[in-house]
T-cell receptor, first 112, second 112 residues
Framework: KAGVTQTPRYLIKTRGQQVTLSCSPISGHRSVSWYQQTPGQGLQFLFEYFSETQRNKGNFPGRFSGRQFSNSRSEMNVSTLELGDSALYLC???????????FGAGTRLSVL | AQSVTQLGSHVSVSEGALVLLRCNYSSSVPPYLFWYVQYPNQGLQLLLKYTSAATLVKGINGFEAEFKKSETSFHLTKPSAHMSDAAEYFCAVSVAAQKLVFGQGTRLTINP
């Protein structure tokens, strides 16, 4: 069974631009969560989607948004990029009926 | 609020020595606890999880962790370190369905 796939792996953007990151969960998994990892703040929860509905949300500004499609694939969007948005963005999938998450390799975003 | 604290941001041991990574949790309800490992430029890999079935949990790669309610601890151990164990290790607690709160991480270095 294929694991969680995140694309792209690396991304370079400039301040003020917007970016969209993609996550394909493990086949059959209906829950997708997103996390931001930075050296200063560590791993922080962004949001979680289950069956196309956002179930949980972390403490991030509205510039961070996401969505989930009917095939459980998810996208995360960050608008008006700031230097501080440079981070590794990790996606995790779960069956939704089991309290366990499987992570992808992440997308490393650099904002210049 | 549920949280985890990892004692020691950096641990160094000799190859073949005991590995002990410390994690204390704060939770008002029986917690779901996890240990994840992250190798350079990769995502998080699940080592083991505690879900109240047994206090001693065995994971992959020879790691295990013991849940001690009286000490609010969930320390990770491995009897004999291998060079391939060098990585960053994260303890996490599930605070809601598919929402994890992570510790700050412990970087494990193995000396030959």
């Amino acid at each position: 069974k294929a694991g969680v796939t995140q694309t792209p792996r690396y991304l370079i953007k400039t301040r003020g631009q917007q970016v969209t990151l993609s996550c394909s969960p493990i086949s059959g998994h209906r829950s997708v969560s997103w996390y931001q990892q930075t050296p200063g703040q560590g791993l922080q929860f962004l949001f979680e989607y289950f069956s196309e509905t956002q179930r949980n949300k972390g403490n991030f500004p509205g510039r961070f948004s996401g969505r989930q499609f009917s095939n459980s694939r998810s996208e995360m969007n960050v608008s008006t990029l700031e230097l501080g948005d440079s981070a590794l963005y990790l996606c995790a999938s779960s069956p939704g009926t089991e309290n366990i998450q499987y992570f992808g390799a992440g997308t490393r975003l650099s904002v210049l | 609020a549920q949280s985890v604290t990892q004692l020691g941001s950096h641990v160094s041991v000799s190859e073949g020595a005991l590995v002990l990574l410390r994690c204390n949790y704060s939770s008002s309800v029986p917690p779901y606890l996890f240990w994840y490992v992250q190798y350079p430029n990769q995502g998080l890999q699940l080592l083991l999880k505690y879900t109240s079935a047994a206090t001693l949990v065995k994971g992959i790669n020879g790691f295990e962790a013991e849940f001690k309610k009286s000490e609010t601890s969930f320390h990770l151990t491995k009897p004999s370190a291998h060079m391939s164990d060098a990585a960053e290790y994260f303890c996490a607690v599930s605070v809601a369905a598919q929402k994890l709160v992570f510790g700050q991480g412990t970087r494990l270095t193995i000396n030959p």
